[in-house]
């Protein structure tokens, strides 16, 4: 069973590759959702209005909990912002916001990822980047000298949209990645 949070943002299609993929997704709005999960996707959104509804929630406790423990996290633009040092702290990363700036509020990309064969096709919209990172993070791809894939543990982060490209490689390795 794999939760998404769903209290804001892209989840439905984050949902869709679970399932192509041959698991189960479940939406995650509430603690009690994170019950009996196998992993978690935090999916896009706006990082300001989930980070509002984590705390009216208590999501944010359980949520760290769990990652802590070692559930395979996936995270993605927003979900990436969630999971640094400023947000969840679950990552020892700093995110910039809106990092590549209004010149290029939306663009497309083919990155090559450390450990997953042919390109991958990245869809950024208002995107982060890493701007800082500790010695346990693994930078799997960059846009220019900018971390936009990463790896810390079971969690993975991602600046871009790979759901919206249709593009299940990541979630695959998430659902590879050993839980404890
Ligand atoms: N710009 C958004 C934020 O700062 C992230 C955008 C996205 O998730 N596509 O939270």
Redesign the pocket.
């Known amino acids: 069973m794999v939760g998404i949070l769903a209290l804001q ?2 989840f439905e299609a984050h949902a869709r590759i679970i399932r192509s993929l041959g698991a189960e997704p479940r939406e995650v709005r509430v603690p009690a959702d994170l019950e009996g999960l196998d992993a978690l996707i935090l ?6 209005v ?1 980070t509002l509804g984590v705390e009216r929630e208590g999501l944010a406790e359980p949520l760290r909990a769990l990652a802590g423990d070692g559930m395979p996290v996936l995270g ?4 990436m ?1 969630m999971l640094d040092r400023d947000h969840l702290g679950v990552l020892d990363i700093r995110t910039s ?2 990092a590549f700036g209004r010149q290029l509020h939306s663009f497309e990309a083919d990155l090559e990822l450390d450990g997953l064969g042919e390109p991958l096709h990245a869809v ?5 980047w890493v701007a800082e990172h500790g010695p346990e993070v693994e930078v799997l791809a960059r846009v220019g000298e900018h971390p936009v894939a990463i790896r810390q543990g079971n969690v993975l982060a991602v600046a871009f ?1 790979p759901e919206l490209a249709g593009e299940p490689r990541l979630h695959e390795l998430l659902l590879g990645l050993n839980g404890s």
């Open positions: 943002g892209g999916p896009g959104g706006e990082s300001t989930m993605t633009c927003a979900g912002i916001r809106n950024f919209i208002r995107a982060p949209h």
